[in-house]
């Protein structure tokens, strides 16, 4: 047998593949597994050249795959300043301030991580609330979800929108009785205006709130930034374990970005990103995606999915629900698509043999979703297409048969159940107390029969994998008889190995630990097993391997 060039051994591997689950150590060579077993019959491979990993009696698993990121995004917040645990007026405007006066230079103020109670008293911040925040520079915030920006008055008369301005479908300039805007922007295309002032110019949020390129085109400088930006992102997803990603964001310019990374031998991570379709385009424009695809197929840097929004959020009140909001009577959300726009989209990217890829938060938007799934298997026939419904947080019970009948991949965000990192309020309180027990309802999918992959949603929530594990495995039921939702660590560990991997169809070359597949490695700082649920966020990744590459290593 060939020599390795690593082995990892003295470790708990978890092979992710049932057949063989346990073993004592892991031999690569090149980019492939080439050993798995015992620590005396894989440390026969070493070779002069072989680097030897001890794992220290950690647990080794395969590389994460997450499912659902927006990369050049995420990176480009880490210079933002995390409003996360900042509560009440006193608090906010101390935090702001400080930061202001560290960035003299910035044209906007722009804060991430916000919660929509953050001033305690008031359920939504105001324009003249930030004003006594900052008074004298342009200031912005985005909460947690990134689905509502709140702005001063000095941000939104610099973006040109205080007296308001265009905004697509299932999007709002919230306007006041005075005729001005509240400072309250809610979806992409209504807060676009504000990150256009952002250092970037709002090229890192392009690919999730216009879905087109840089226009006019990203000058030299700008684009180098850019790359730097995204590198720094890959190299942040890898020290946390990360081997791949799917990228949320769908453009020619990220695609780009991410290919030269790699052609310069740069690349740390394995990023697969769609074509993003806005309700504002026209089913014609799928042949870009089909475009994209061509252009775009190596197992670093790949696309051939699609990806668009039918509904926003249930803070907002723009999740898209069956019935009104208990607290907001009359009110069913904001549907990006009619139902009939939506089937025409599906039967065409589906005909296309595009994989697709919905934001579907509430069960009104499911079930369009779902309809939508199922007009394309009537036009076009079925097939093995994977289609997949990200977040799903409220379904309705008669339609959970319909995601296995219709093969559909449930890509959840455990971090995102209220209660956990985010504050119960205000989501809980614009359910219905009916609808509690479907709503983020991971093992009732699960025993629905649906596929299950896990991720964070980053920036959305901290991208650590293992708080996501820890808030699986610790999730409880809103009220006492409601069912339980927790997961085991298997079914959690599965959910960001092989279930991330049956979802991109790559099942077949990585999310398992064995002979011939990817060398896409996570070696973890302690035996998951034997870790405490609630201690799992604090386990690091030692070493992190991608593609045969040492790519993090503490």
């Keep these: 047998m060939t020599a390795a060039d690593f082995i990892i051994t003295n470790a708990r591997v978890l092979t992710m593949d049932d057949a063989h689950l ?19 019959e894989v440390e026969g491979l070493k070779a002069k050249h072989t680097r030897i990993i001890d794992a220290c009696g950690g647990t080794v698993t395969p590389g994460i795959i997450e499912g659902h990121i927006h990369l050049f995004m995420g990176a480009a917040e880490l210079d933002n300043l995390d409003l996360s645990t900042a509560h009440g007026l006193a608090a906010l405007t101390m935090a702001v301030r400080h930061y202001a006066a560290a960035k003299p230079g910035l044209k906007l103020i722009f804060a991430n991580q916000v919660s929509y109670t953050i001033l305690d008293d008031r359920i939504l911040p105001t324009r003249h609330d930030l004003d006594q925040v900052l008074p004298d520079r342009p200031f912005a915030m985005m909460t947690y979800d990134h689905h509502t920006v709140f702005a001063n008055t000095r941000a939104l008369e610099l973006a040109g929108v205080l007296r308001g301005a265009a905004v697509p479908k299932g999007a709002e300039i919230v306007i006041g009785a005075d005729g001005l805007a509240t400072g309250e922007l809610r979806e992409p295309g209504a807060f676009r205006y504000i990150l256009a002032l952002t250092p970037t110019a709002g090229r890192d949020a392009l690919g999730f709130t216009e879905a087109e390129d840089p226009n ?100 907002s009140w723009t999740a898209l629900t069956l019935e009104d909001y208990p607290d907001k009577p009359g009110c069913f959300g904001d549907p990006n698509f009619t139902a009939d726009a939506f089937n025409e989209f599906a039967m065409e990217a589906d005909r296309l043999k595009l994989q697709i890829c919905i934001h579907a938060i509430a069960d009104g938007a499911i079930r369009r979703t779902l ?184």
């Design 216 to 315: 006019p085109p990203a000058t030299a400088a700008e684009r180098a930034i850019d790359r730097g930006i995204v590198l720094r992102g890959q190299t942040y997803c890898a020290s946390y374990g990360i081997t791949s990603a799917h990228n949320m964001d769908g453009n020619f310019y990220q695609l780009q970005l991410l290919q030269e990374i790699d052609a310069a031998g740069d690349c740390h991570l394995r990023c697969q990103s769609p074509f993003h379709f806005k309700n504002t385009f026209t089913a014609s424009r799928l042949a870009e995606a089909s475009e994209m695809r061509r252009q775009f197929q190596s197992e670093r840097v790949s696309s051939g999915r699609v990806k668009a929004f039918m509904d926003g959020v249930i803070e």
């Design 22 to 40: 346990r073993a004592e150590a892991v031999a690569i060579t090149g980019n492939t597994i080439t050993a798995v077993g015992p620590r005396t």
């Design 371 to 554: 309809d939508g799934y199922a007009a394309a298997v009537k036009a076009n026939g079925p097939r093995d297409s994977r289609h997949r419904i990200e977040h799903i947080e409220t379904i309705h019970p008669t339609d959970l048969p319909r995601l296995k009948a219709l093969g559909i991949v449930a890509s959840v965000q455990p971090t995102h159940a209220p209660g956990g990192i985010f504050p119960m309020e205000p989501a809980v309180s614009r359910i219905r107390n009916r609808d509690l027990p479907y709503a983020y309802a991971w093992e009732t999918i699960r025993e629905a029969g649906a596929r299950m992959m896990f991720n964070s949603d980053w920036p959305v929530a901290p991208i650590n994998p293992m708080l996501s594990v820890s808030a699986a495995l610790l999730r409880k039921p809103y009220r006492p008889g409601d069912p339980e939702q927790k997961q085991t660590l298997m079914q959690a560990l599965a959910g960001y190995t092989t279930g991330a991997a049956y979802g991109e169809f790559m099942e077949h070359r990585k999310g398992m630990l064995r002979p011939g597949m990817l060398a896409d490695v996570a070696v973890w700082s302690a035996d998951l097993e034997r870790t405490a649920p609630e201690h799992l966020p604090g386990v690091k990744a030692i070493a992190t391997i991608c593609d045969g590459r040492l790519t993090h290593t503490l």
